[in-house]
């Protein structure tokens, strides 16, 4: 522990499991006081428990919900520093079988989660003219897809373009605005629902020969919620091994 967030106030939405816990605990680490979020309540709650700090239920499509937990924030600690939302849904979907209510849903949580946490934090950046948003993009949107994803793509750059927008907007009330794209990230989820022949397909498919963890992606968070990227706003760091690098599926070289 370095106490590279000593004292900064942040609230982690989506912060039950997988990467928000992740992050959770890596900022616990550099001696930040913390809110977590998230809609499951029982998860949220032990994760919560775990660290010491407060927690509560939070669905970020509703905007209540958002103004509740940033209140909580302030309540608790008396201003909001840091905002990470992460929470995001994926429910694998063709389109020609999606409707426009499954469409809704995952807008509603990935990419009106986004504009609504942005809201209610800058409520009180705003007064403090500095803050820190931070998003959970991904590399599925921005860069890359699979058959079943297309409305998580369209809201993961989606959340791209309303980074740079917000940044743009929220820069002169000295608030920076920046995301993170995570590639194959090896999650609790993950590991109960894929087998060992497709976790080592997508093993093998990154050129640094294996997934990622939550703390990796944590770490590139921890970056952007510190004081050293105080001049870098409207940005998204890529969390993936290298995955986005090859041209085809035959990549790797043989040492001399």
Known sequence: MTGRLKDKVA????AARGIGK??????????????????????????????????????????????????????????????????????????ENTSADDWDRVMAVNLRGTFNASRAALVPMKAQRTGRMLYTSSITGPHVTSPGHGHYSATKAGINGFIRAAALEFSGYGITVNGVEPGN??????QQHRGAAYLKNMEDSIPLGRLGSPRDVANAFLFLASDDA???????????????LPEGKDFRMVPP
């Not at 302030?74 to 201003?79: E, F, M, N, T």
């Not at 105080?230 to 986005?244: A, E, K, P, R």
């Open 11 to 14: 609230l982690i939405i989506g």
């Open 22 to 95: 992740g992050i959770a605990l890596r900022f616990a680490e550099e001696g930040a006081r913390l809110v977590l979020a998230d809609s499951e309540a029982e998860a949220g709650q032990a994760s919560a428990d775990e660290l010491g700090v407060p927690f509560i239920r939070t669905d970020i499509s509703q905007m209540s919900d958002a103004e509740a937990a940033v209140a909580l924030s302030l309540k608790q600690h008396g201003r909001l520093d840091i905002i990470v939302q992460n929470a995001g849904i994926y429910p694998w979907q063709l389109i």
């Open 185 to 190: 990230i090896l999650t609790e989820a993950i």
């Open 230 to 244: 105080s001049y870098i706003t409207g940005t998204t760091i890529v969390v993936d091994g290298g995955q986005l």
